[in-house]
């Protein structure tokens, strides 16, 4: 079984920090894969994939 389901974080009123999907593949009545993936117009999506510094 497979699902997927949009997301996002925020407070009420707020636009959301972050929005995306998770995607959840179930085997034998149990998560056997969680992904998710963020959108690139998300700040949390941009903080993650700046290059690091040092």
């Known amino acids: 079984m497979r699902g997927a389901s949009p997301g996002g974080s925020a ?3 707020e ?3 972050y929005t ?3 995607v959840i593949i179930v085997r034998d ?3 056997a894969a969680l992904y ?3 959108d690139e ?3 949390e999506f941009r903080r ?5 510094q040092g």
């Open 41 to 43: 117009t998300s700040d």
């Open 48 to 52: 993650s994939s700046a290059p690091t």
């Open 36 to 38: 998710v993936f963020l």
């Open 11 to 13: 407070r009420p009123g």
């Open 29 to 31: 009545g149990r998560i």
């Open 15 to 17: 636009a959301p920090a």
């Open 20 to 22: 995306g999907w998770d």
